[in-house]
């Protein structure tokens, strides 16, 4: 057995090269809340660690001048609640984030590897694809994006090639009227996994939606994005029967496990149930946005 290697270079192309010289037996460590535990556990052993805290690019939150923003995959939901604008534009984002584990976790947990472990029960990662956040990956070939949607492809896989790293999330500008949120659904009050967790993002003009998007977690192989539940929002007044529609949606869209946390009825019923509660507080902060 040869001796585990680390390395924390400070550029991204450096870290780029070592992580694809390693030909898929180096991990890149973000946070470690899951890499550490599952290395502890035996389920992985890298012969190389890439440690990425130390590229500016992966650790960096930037307003751009359209104000959108772009916050770097290493980025910890700690760091994130610091900033003094994001979480006023993406209050769901900020709240899935900070929802991950204790305040010790959320100290390292960061989003890229909440989307890069692969669980369907990741609780950013709905909210980032209600976001429309766009991810950027680097490999060897060069520089690509791709939606947080298609990331994803299966329980503790995605869809980055060998030897690409996911850089950075850019969040759209955002019009008047917008705003976001995450619920998710525990048997416990908090420290546990999603039975399902919702994302909504909106924007309302004159009390009409006229944006929407919906991510739903843990009902199904992957992260969703659900454009029927949007659909039925998106030229609404949000009333009673354009919520109902989009509560059926998401229900219709699960296809979910059925184990201790939940069987497969408890989780299609609850998708719907907080699909409602969700649209209603994005609602309610776009209202005020
Ligand atoms: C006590 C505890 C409670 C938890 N509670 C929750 C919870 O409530 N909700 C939840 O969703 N999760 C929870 N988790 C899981 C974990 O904290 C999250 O998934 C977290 O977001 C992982 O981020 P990280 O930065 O620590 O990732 P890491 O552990 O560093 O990495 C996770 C995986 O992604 C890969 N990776 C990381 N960054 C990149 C990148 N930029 N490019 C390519 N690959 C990358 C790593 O190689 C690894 O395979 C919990 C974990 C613990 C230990």
Redesign the pocket.
């Known amino acids: 057995m040869t001796d585990m290697q680390y390395v924390a270079p400070s550029t991204l192309d450096e870290a780029v090269s070592a992580y694809a010289a390693a030909n898929g037996d180096g991990?890149?460590?973000?946070?470690?809340?899951?890499?550490?535990?599952?290395m502890r556990a035996g389920m992985?052993t890298p012969g190389l660690i890439v440690d990425?805290k130390n590229v500016a690019e992966?650790t960096s939150i930037e307003e751009t001048s359209d104000g959108g923003f772009v916050v770097g995959?290493?980025v910890?939901g700690a760091v994130l609640e610091e900033h003094p604008k994001f979480g006023s534009v993406w209050p769901g984002v900020l709240e899935a984030?900070n929802?991950?584990?204790?305040t010790h976790?959320q100290g390292?947990?960061?989003?890229?590897?909440?989307?890069?472990?692969?669980?369907p029960?990741?609780?950013?990662?709905p909210a980032l694809i209600a976001a429309g956040a766009i991810a950027t990956?680097q490999g060897p070939t060069g520089r690509r994006e791709i939606a947080v949607e298609d990331v994803p492809t299966g329980p503790g896989s995605t869809s980055?090639a060998p030897g690409?790293?996911?850089?950075s999330f850019t969040f759209p500008p955002r019009p008047p009227g917008s705003s976001d949120a995450y619920l998710r659904m525990?048997p416990r009050t908090e420290?546990?996994?999603?039975v399902v967790g919702v994302g909504v993002s909106l924007t309302l003009e004159d009390g009409v939606c006229t944006a929407a998007r919906v991510g739903l977690g843990a009902v199904a192989p992957t992260v969703l994005l659900v454009e029927d539940a949007a659909n039925a929002l998106i030229g609404s007044k949000l009333d009673d029967a354009a919520i109902e529609a989009a509560a059926a949606a998401c229900s219709a869209a699960c296809n979910p496990i059925d184990d201790k946390r939940g069987t497969i009825a408890y989780r299609t019923k609850v998708a719907g149930v907080l699909l409602k509660r969700t649209a209603d507080i994005a609602a309610n902060r776009a209202r005020g946005a």
């Open positions: 991990r890149i460590l973000a946070g470690g809340t899951d890499l550490l535990v599952q992985v990425i992966m995959a290493a910890s984030l929802l991950i584990g204790s976790v390292r947990a960061s989003a890229g590897g909440n989307l890069c472990n692969g669980s029960a990741a609780d950013s990662v990956v980055l690409e790293i996911l850089v525990i420290m546990d996994i999603a």
